[in-house]
């Protein structure tokens, strides 16, 4: 005996569509298995008859509907159109000359199921079908509704039995099925039970936008299926082409330049973590302090304030994200521009509402392009011993009356500031992680090296404050 390949195992596979579905295509490809006897013949011609396969394959699309050679016998007969559908089917049949198919397609529309045997026995019926066989119509339920047996509706405490018996699972899905009829020419009737084979469903879930294709498409080794006798190999291949819309959306032609003149920084704040701080519920308030020349079209977001968050081995996760443009006018290349600076003060705040300053920190923003990560050390100014008793028992510490003291303030003038007055002690660390990418017309290539040169120099004059 001939042991024959049972063919790659057939198992569903799910796909993520980004596109509209209407753009999807598979193509089918069957072909009839040789016989191991055909090496006994001069010739294959000998051994094949008029229903052979040799091979033949189709292109199909979402939901597109072809007709196998019954379906058009069918509804070519107008009196067997019954449903309006089964009419549009005689119609297109009639007008274009359709002709049967071995390769066809049932849609949404058309009334087959893939599995018309009963999964359970004929005797059994559950819980939620009997209950749905003997409720009654409104009509016939007349007693008061305080006087009904289901007069609870809500059920405040379910139980996971009572959840599953007393919901459907509802998906908005849309099903596809390519058929293959493997009839015989010379039959002038056939039963579509055994002459049809299923090769592929292909079902989408539309709140998802899920596509399951069962069986997965296979590029080398072919599904088998058997009828009459014969073997038939099979395969399924994505041949989607990507719109040409897809493309001109990639293809990114007009690119927003800020205006001549200005150079854009693109600046995302991360901050990470606070660690080593004396009280829980930490939150951070930060501030970007904008010096001469700067600009922003935003300047709500110049200030924030991060969530609280609760210390846990002396150290809070934050992961705030902030997102900011600024612009500086280069016409002030002539100066030497200041850079912006980044003003951090940590405060918590308790379940009794204590409110307590936890430290103060600055950093100038990075004057080049790139990614950093800072940890900052922060600190928190000291009055004297009723100050220390208030911050323990009720909240409410010495804070400095303008956070921009903390870095250098915009009235300040002078080489030099002096702030050994102010009495600090040192607090917990700040996780910072900046990103910043600079825009303008012209690359920093163009504009040469003093340029950047003056860029770092006001940045560089920005931390000689203190």
């Known amino acids: 005996m001939f042991s024959r390949n049972s063919g790659k195992l057939k198992i569903a596979g799910e796909y993520r569509v980004n596109q509209p579905i209407d753009h999807f295509k598979l193509k089918i490809k069957i072909l009839q298995q040789k016989s191991p006897l055909v090496d006994l013949f001069d010739s294959?011609?000998?051994?094949?008859?008029?229903?052979?396969?040799?091979?033949?394959?189709?292109?199909?699309?979402?939901?597109?509907?072809?007709?196998?050679?019954s379906e058009v016998k069918l509804y070519t007969?107008?009196?067997?159109?019954?449903?309006?559908?089964?009419?549009?089917?005689h119609e297109l049949i009639t007008s274009e000359n359709v002709q049967g198919s071995r390769l066809f397609t049932y849609t949404a529309e058309d009334s087959y199921r893939r599995n018309k045997t009963a999964v359970t026995s004929s005797n059994y019926s559950s819980f939620l079908s009997k209950k749905n066989a003997s409720a009654l119509p409104g009509i016939q339920n007349r007693k008061p509704f305080n006087e009904r047996y289901n007069k609870q509706v809500v059920d405040s405490s379910p139980t996971d039995s009572r959840i599953r018996s007393s919901h459907y699972l509802y998906l908005d899905c849309r099903v596809m099925h390519v058929m293959v009829d493997l009839s015989s020419r010379e039959q002038v009737s056939s039963d579509p039970e055994t002459s049809e084979i299923l090769l592929c469903t292909l079902t989408y879930n539309?709140?998802?936008?899920?596509?399951?294709?069962?069986?997965?498409?296979?590029?080398?080794?072919?599904?088998?299926?058997?009828s009459i006798g014969m073997n038939y190999e099979y395969w399924i291949e994505h041949v989607?082409?990507?719109?040409?819309?897809?493309y001109q959306d990639k293809n990114i032609s007009d690119i927003e330049l800020p205006p001549a003149n200005i150079l854009r920084l693109f600046l995302t704040l991360d901050f990470i973590e606070a660690r080593n701080f004396n009280y829980n519920s930490i939150f951070i308030t930060y501030t970007i302090d904008l010096p001469k020349f700067w600009s922003t079209n935003h300047r709500e977001r110049l200030y924030g304030r991060t969530q609280r968050c609760k210390m846990i081995n002396k150290s809070a996760h934050f992961s705030y994200v902030a997102e900011i443009t600024l612009d500086l006018d280069l016409n002030c290349m002539n100066d030497v521009p200041s850079w912006p600076y980044l003003l951090i003060s940590?405060?918590?705040?308790?379940?009794?509402?204590r409110y307590r300053i936890e430290g103060y920190t600055s950093i100038p923003l990075p004057s080049s392009s790139g990614s950093y990560e800072f940890r900052l050390q922060t600190w928190r100014p000291v009055y004297g011993v009723i100050n220390a008793l208030r911050r323990f028992f009720t909240g409410g510490t010495a804070e400095l009356?303008?956070?921009?003291?903390?870095?250098?303030p915009r009235d300040h003038e002078g080489k030099t500031l002096d702030k050994k007055q102010l009495r600090v002690v040192?607090?917990?660390?700040?996780?910072?992680?900046?990103?910043?990418?600079?825009?303008?017309?012209?690359?920093?290539?163009?504009r040469g090296y003093k340029f950047q040169e003056r860029l770092n120099s006001g940045s560089l004059l920005n931390t000689k404050g203190w």
């Open 77 to 89: 007969e107008e009196k067997n159109c019954k449903s309006q559908l089964q009419k549009d089917y």
């Open 426 to 446: 040192p607090s917990g660390t700040v996780g910072l992680r900046v990103n910043i990418v600079q825009q303008s017309k012209s690359s920093s290539k163009n």
């Open 346 to 353: 940590v405060g918590s705040l308790d379940n009794w509402t």
């Open 44 to 69: 294959e011609e000998e051994i094949h008859d008029s229903n052979y396969l040799e091979s033949e394959e189709k292109t199909i699309t979402w939901q597109e509907k072809i007709f196998s050679s």
């Open 206 to 226: 539309k709140a998802g936008k899920v596509l399951s294709i069962d069986p997965d498409i296979n590029n080398a080794e072919p599904y088998i299926i058997e």
């Open 240 to 246: 989607s082409e990507i719109p040409k819309v897809y």
């Open 401 to 408: 009356e303008d956070i921009a003291y903390c870095g250098i």
